[in-house]
């Protein structure tokens, strides 16, 4: 089944079956690898990129479901060579450790920044709870957030 | 995990999708949200050789008050329901229920009509609409029927929509002035089924006893459970202490819970007893509040 979608701003094409998972045919497919699987069981939030600008866990969808739909995984995030001030966050605070949930932390904190830019620690807890880190304990997670809302809402972004 | 292969079907009308449906017989499942569908396909607890997925049908989505009922499309994603401002300050129980069912990102594909359809027991908004006395619109190849929630929830992941049927929308009664509910679950983290979780609903009188009482169990039986003889005690009494604390006790009496990972049977018939009576209070404070 044909699938046509726009992936951070640009135009794709693939050939699937529906059967496939959206994740699959991002990394397999259309060879989008920033987007990590984890838990394949919808718990952990590794796979979470945006579909129309929310953030959803792309193992738990079919691809044929994203036709039509504009997404945006992790490789969206820097633009001209520049990392958005979640990136730079991150690396300031030492957001991560072993970094294989950060590309789904990036993508639930893009978009809840985009919609709460001035967000408190318990809304920043809330809105990652549904993304699982094994190594931060999450403290450095928040900072991260925190260190980003602070540099966009300087006009970093 | 991949699922087993199947066609896939993106009707764009309900007549379309309920013909499909008829043709299709029970080789098809409704692709809703998907979030608890698809991961029952991966785990190959679930092959069916069809899905229609009934995401690309309009005018089933969106939250609104008419004709003596909030009436919610069956495709409304948990998420608008959570942010739903007519929601968060009329329904207070539907709005406690809307922030603790899974977790944010399961929440803005998870549909209000697939959590229901789906017949999990442990699901949040089950209780929640037997608290509240819902109805759920379903419509078939002969037409649309209403269906009180009470004879909705046949089994354990049955209900009483037939294969060619779609749940269309749920209609929650509008609230009189003095009422209020809340709902409690205790998870061991976000995202898990509920240990178990308790939805109160209070409509009180001008004198302060219980109008209409409505209390609904979560994934403490083989179905959501109605706690009719603690909402029985209620009615037409002053909620005071005592009477919550016996309510609380009948409510207990009346969830099944088997044991497991969570807890076992007398942990989890406490648990009711706890969740229900704090639940009452709450609801009685917000009851009150509104005055």
């Known amino acids: 089944m044909q699938v046509r979608l726009s992936i951070n701003g640009e135009q794709r094409e693939a050939d699937v079956e529906p059967r496939l998972l959206l994740v699959h045919m991002l990394r397999d497919v259309l060879r989008l690898t920033g987007t990590h699987i984890g838990c394949d069981t919808t718990h952990c939030g590794a796979c979470t990129i945006l579909m129309d600008g929310r953030p959803v866990k792309s193992c738990t969808m079919f691809a044929v479901q994203a036709r039509g739909k504009q997404l945006m995984t992790v490789e969206g995030l820097e633009q001209n060579g520049k990392l958005h001030p979640l990136q730079e966050g991150f690396m300031a605070e030492h957001g991560l450790q072993c970094g294989y949930c950060t590309p789904g932390m990036l993508m639930t904190s893009y978009a809840f920044l985009e919609r709460h830019p001035s967000p408190s620690e318990d809304e920043i807890r809330w809105a990652i709870s549904g993304n699982l880190c094994r190594c931060t304990g999450y403290v450095n997670i928040v900072k991260a957030v925190q260190h980003a809302a602070a540099k966009i809402s300087q006009g970093g972004a | ?291």
């Open chain 2, 1 to 291: 995990m991949i699922p087993a292969a199947f066609e896939y079907h993106a009707p764009s009308t309900i007549d379309e999708a309920t013909a499909l449906l008829a043709k299709l017989g029970e080789d098809a499942k409704i692709l809703s949200g998907g979030q608890s569908l698809i991961p029952l396909m991966k785990l190959r607890l679930a092959s069916p050789t069809h899905l229609v997925d009934i995401n690309g049908i309009p005018g089933l989505s969106g939250i609104r008050e008419d004709d003596g009922f909030l009436r919610i499309g069956a495709l409304t994603r948990e998420s608008e329901l959570e942010e739903s401002e007519l929601v968060r300050t009329r329904y207070p129980l539907l709005h406690d229920t809307s922030k603790v069912i899974a977790d944010p990102l399961v929440r803005n594909l998870a549909t209000v009509g697939g959590n229901l359809a789906h017949g999990d027991p442990a699901n949040d908004h089950p209780a929640t609409m037997l608290a509240l006395g819902a109805e759920v619109v379903a419509v078939g190849p002969k037409g649309e029927r209403r269906v009180p929630i009470t004879s909705f929830f046949t089994g354990p992941f049955e209900t009483s929509l037939k294969p060619d049927e779609i749940l269309v929308e749920i209609r929650v009664p509008m609230p009189s002035a003095r009422s209020a509910g809340a709902y409690l679950k205790l998870e061991r983290k976000v995202g898990d089924f509920a240990t178990a979780a308790v939805a109160a609903q209070l409509s009180l009188g001008g004198d302060g006893t219980c109008e209409h009482v409505g209390i609904g169990l979560t994934n403490v039986g083989l179905t959501p459970i109605k706690a009719t003889r603690a909402e029985a005690l209620l009615k037409g009494k002053t909620p005071d202490e005592t009477v919550i604390k016996r309510a609380a006790e009948l409510a207990a009496e009346a969830s099944e819970p088997s044991a497991d990972l969570r807890g076992s049977v007398e942990y989890k018939k406490d648990l009711v007893r706890v969740l229900t009576a704090r639940a009452l209070r709450k609801a009685l404070g917000r009851a009150t509040d509104r005055r």
